[in-house]
């Protein structure tokens, strides 16, 4: 069966410091990989999306990128955090674009 | 673009009792609908989802949700609610002919039970 598992669940930074969140996904080959946020009092919003190795897509501009060196992983960085980068994250997979999405559990990022 | 809103950010509900959780959307051409639930401690789970045809949608945990076109709204039901239906459920749109890129997130309602 397929797992998807995202690390950490919670995370205190302070402002100006990088981030690294990392996704991976287990079971299956050539998923779509999505990274959303949810702010508090808002909905889920889609940062980044990939299809495939190197390739990734964003939605909206900010102040993070995301990375798929392999397959099945997917990171998510900024070199310095701001204030407005608290959220909870969360990494997501599909077979296809017109497939459910499965999610991970969440990281929790607050910075200070 | 389209959107979604869920005017409703938290609905406490007996057990036993029907609930209905709204969700209204707004987009200028078709769309594929969802509802998406987060149990305590979880990701998101899909509950149901309508992409064509019949426009009672049913899901699991005896969740459905209809498609009303005229009112642009695809509202969640459960005539008969438990425990363990307590969660946070979250709308979604995306337009026709594009798929998980274009899907818009409503902000979400707390279902919760009381025994």
């Known amino acids: 069966s397929q797992t998807i598992h995202q690390w950490p669940a919670t995370l205190v930074q302070p402002v100006g410091s990088p981030l690294s969140l990392e996704c991976t996904v287990e079971g299956t080959s050539n998923p779509n990989l999505y990274w959303y946020r949810q702010a508090a009092g808002r909905g889920l919003q889609l940062l980044f999306y990939s299809v495939g190795i190197g390739q990734i897509s964003s939605e909206v501009p900010q102040n993070l990128s995301a990375s798929r060196p392999q397959d099945r992983q997917f990171i998510l960085s900024s070199k310095k955090l701001l204030l407005s980068d608290s959220g909870f994250y969360l990494c997501?997979?599909?077979?296809?674009?017109?497939?459910?999405?499965?999610f991970g559990s969440g990281t929790q990022l607050s910075v200070l | 673009a389209q959107s979604v809103t869920q005017l409703d950010s938290q609905v406490p509900v007996f057990e036993e009792a029907p609930v209905e959780l709204r969700c209204n959307y707004s987009?200028?051409?078709?769309?594929?609908l969802f509802w998406y639930v987060q149990y305590p401690n979880q990701g998101l789970q899909l509950l149901l989802k309508y992409l064509s045809g019949s426009t009672l949608v049913k899901g699991i945990n005896g969740f459905e949700a209809e498609f009303n076109k005229s009112q642009t709204s695809f509202h969640l039901r459960k005539p008969s609610v438990h425990i363990s239906d307590t969660a946070e459920y979250f709308c979604a749109v995306s337009v026709s002919n594009f798929g998980n890129e274009k899907l818009t997130f409503g902000t979400g309602t707390r279902l919760t039970i009381i025994p």
């Open positions: 997501a997979w599909s077979r296809g674009e017109f497939e459910k999405l499965f």
């Open positions: 987009s200028s051409v078709s769309v594929y």
